[in-house]
């Protein structure tokens, strides 16, 4: 009898292109499990630890770690290897004292180490705004997250800053003139920039974001910048140099 459903491993070959991983040291490398993020979007926890952070070097090694309950992502522990991580996601290890955040880069996701209060926080952007039962505000954000909050006073395209893992809002940023953005995907990723204009969309044509990067003034579709601060960044968002 044939098997049925999806394949439960992945070869290195096949690995998205984001990925920054090595293609023929091995055959095979973890498949991230269903969950906040796609998995072209995404990596899994044993390739951020192992791959990306260097702090392992076997697969046992990192089960171990893992299934220690050592490993933390968004404040939350996480046991296996395959659980996926994604924009923004904080990836913390408490007794090595190290943390990292998922930022973009125009390679894909890469890793930004944060120091002090930072590993606690974590930015999202709002995705969807919904009125739901009673007559309150509901934010679904980038990383499945939800908010019920009705002073909040957010669109989709802003961001919050929360508190891991409580959840509490302690912050927001406006996609709006005079906000700092970051590029999320493409030659401009990672670039952060004093966003210039915001214009409306139509019918045909989506919001547009025109804000001054280091490479040049750009003009980019709205879904693909997120405001980070609004003199300077609320986090740390951009990539280490390589």
Known sequence: MGKKGGRNRMKRIAAPQGWDISRKESRFVYKPLPGPHPTRLSYPLGVVVRDLAGMADTARELKQVARGGKVLVDGSRRGSTAFPVGLFDLVSVPPEGVSFRMVPSPKGLVLARVEGGEAGRKLCYVKTKTKVKGGHIQYGLH????????????????????????????????????????????????????????????????????????????????????????????VTVEAPAR
């Open 143 to 234: 990383d499945g997250r939800s908010v019920m909050d009705d002073k909040l006073n957010l669109s989709p395209g802003d961001a919050v800053v929360l508190e891991v893992p409580s959840q509490k809002v302690v912050d927001k940023v406006k996609l709006a003139k005079g906000s700092i953005g970051i590029v999320l995907s493409g030659d401009r990723a990672g670039q952060v920039g004093k966003i210039k204009e915001v214009k409306k969309g139509t019918i045909s044509r989506e919001r547009m974001v025109r804000l001054s990067l280091p490479s040049g003034e750009a003009e980019l579709p709205s879904r693909l910048v997120v405001p980070v601060g609004t003199d300077a960044p609320v």
